[in-house]
């Protein structure tokens, strides 16, 4: 019997073929959704109208990943949700088979082989790169060893005219006090090989655009990693004269969207010059004071958005002297509320709220610009729907972009694209395969075999 | 390639209050195999990481041929962690899966396509060079990751339990080609595990750690015929040495009604320490005559090819001293007629005794 271990187990998983090998599971309990190459056999299982990610992976591994995901969402860092371990599986004829990791897919995600693929913007890759960069910056400051970095195993999500990136992948990461500087190099090492690699495969691939230069791609990667981990816990050195250095520090990382929790000031004995560094910070300053104000659970960049729309509200209403959480609940009643409400039902799966809202926004200043007046959001959203979010592809569970727009070439397996794609050739015969190491090696014992230690020493 | 060099390497996690890794001194040579060994805990890949560049080394060295890395970051140490990226890209060659890492480092293409060719004559990957990777075996993926490691010509390569995500049958035959490549390459490497079988059949020589401190490191044979203390007695072996408390008396140490003989050098070793313990390796118990032996209360006798192994306790002992009595185990390579519940005698085979000092932990016989 299967043992299956969850915080908040979903009764609907224990009917589901786990005594079959995953790569064996029936279609219709199956999704075809993209996502990056792996080296275990990982598929998406629907269960109702949720999704679930599933891996197959040996017990030990599949513990240790679920503890990780689960820290790291007690931590609050950017990374999928773990939903349960199925271990003790056994097959028809009672063979034992790997455990499985539950995560739950992420709704509105974009895996990245759909979002570098011909066509694509350069600034669309810039903010991608920024985005990971980011994830990455966050990881090391909650103290968190990657150990596998890859775009295999991050997802993005919409962040109003930016991106959000999330770990979708722990099966090496470590949670430590703190990274040493080391772990945090080795780390980018990691990161800038394996996104070498996955960069030159979509190359070959004919997936990536032709103007992308993948050394070019992983150089910015390491520049702006060191850039902003400069910003976020680098010390910074002034005249004592110059005291205003403190707030713009603090200021330029709220925009960079971090708190700071922790600042430590030194003081020279004559206060001739000052000394300061952030010793702690928090990802997430504009979407938590809009979670606070509103209750609006956004990424980053849709916080911001929405707070200097509520700052406008605010000014254009009068309310700039009424106390900021009773305005921002008259913004979310007046103008939040009815441009989400106005979105049909059908709709609702192309993009999130906040994101919705944003570019509704967006497309009221265009308007605006165009007929040269102020167009009201009401007016706005039903343009909107008609000209923009009707047109778009559905991004709740995104199948799009399977094979590249335009190919007629087939993935050799739609659930896997770590396969690639359909061609017609044989592979050669393997020397070693026969007997899995090269002929004539000296096979070593399961056991400690004492006397065969001693001939071989002997010789 | 090159020697490794660990002069009083420590590493002191802050808030511990003990170090992690204490004063290790360890050279590895030219080209060997070193294989760290111990208990979870033991420091064992913290010392790996010092050498990585990952943990800082808050007192010491660490040199790489003539080198001192203690303070260069990773990618600066010319060293190369094995099987740590394992992905592999679909779209690309399997030559170009072997040697993508080359081309960002700007490595001419012709010494690119050189190396990969070596690389794959060496596992056995040569006509697999231009395929796609797609339908290649586990055991083949190995061989690509070792591949990418091998490209890059380091002077060290680093592993860290690298089989512990493999099933049981890739870690048997991985393995095997871990240690036969080793042995080719002739690159210098440490490799890190919990598992004493691996340590013992892959290492020219093995470091054996416990809390922090190395405790002896030697051949494989050497640490189970001449273990330093009574931790690496305990830890090497399968199954484990005997380990069985005595008292001194005139000619040897008593265990029960019988005194095993110990050399009169050997107890001179002793600073007036009243009890010994005595370590004799499952293998080297003979049934004795007579009455010249430990008598063993026998609790399961287990057949095994031609050997028998022997599971019991010291005989004459209460109920309750049963139970916290350690286990007795034999090995006895032809057949006997024994049962449970009966008492044998056993005695170990004349310079098969190992003797040591319960105050030190100390290995004070021969």
Redesign the interface.
Known sequence: MPRFLAAQPDARLIPLPWHLPLEQWPNDVLVALPRGISRHVVRFIQVGSEVFAAKEVLEGSAMHEYRMLTDLNRLRAPAVEPSGVVSGRVDAHGSPLDSILLTRHLQFSLPYRSLFSTGVRRETVSRLIDAMVVLLARLHLTGFLWGDVSLSNILFRRDAGEFAAYLVDAETGELHDTLSDGQRLHDLDIAVVNLFGEFSDLKEGRMLDEQLDPLALVKQIETRYHDLWQELTGVEEFAGSELSRIESRVRRLNTLGFDVAELDIQTSPTGETIRIQPKVVDAGHHSRRLLRLTGLDTEENQARRLLNDLDTYRAQNNLSHTEESVAAHQWLMNAFEPVVTAIPPDLAGKREPAQIFHEVLDYRWYQSQRERREVPLTEAVQGYIRDVLSALPDEVISSEMISPLGEQRQLVNPLDPSQGFVDDQDMPVDPWEAEAYAPGTEVLPDHLDIDALRRRAGR | MAAVSFKDATRV???ADHPAVDKLNLEIGDGEFMVLVGPSGCGKSTSLRML?????VNAGSITIGDRDVTDL???DRDIAMVF?????????TVA??MG??L??QNVPKEEREKRVLEAAKL???E??LS???????G???Q?VAMGRAIVRQPQVFLMDEPL????AKLR??T???I??LQSRLGVTTVYVTHD??EA???GDRVAVMKDGVLQQVD???AL?DRPDNLFVAGFI??PAMNLIPGKIVEGGVQVGDYVVPVAREVLAKTSGESDLTLGIRP?TFVPAEGNDGIAVEIALVEELGADSYLYGTRAGLSDEEKLNAPQIVARLQSRHPLAPNQTVRLRPTPDSLHVFSNASSKRISD
Do not use: C, W
């Open positions: 996690y802050p808030g990585a560049g990952l943990e800082e970051p990773p990618k740590q990226n394992y992905a592999l890209y679909p779209h690309m170009d899966n993508f890492a081309k960002m596992l056995g990957l006509d697999f395929r796609k990777p797609k339908a290649l075996s055991g083949q993926r061989r512990s995500n493999l099933d048997v035959s393995r095997t080609q240690a036969a004493q079988i013992m059949t892959m051949s494989p044979l189970y072996g399968s293998e």
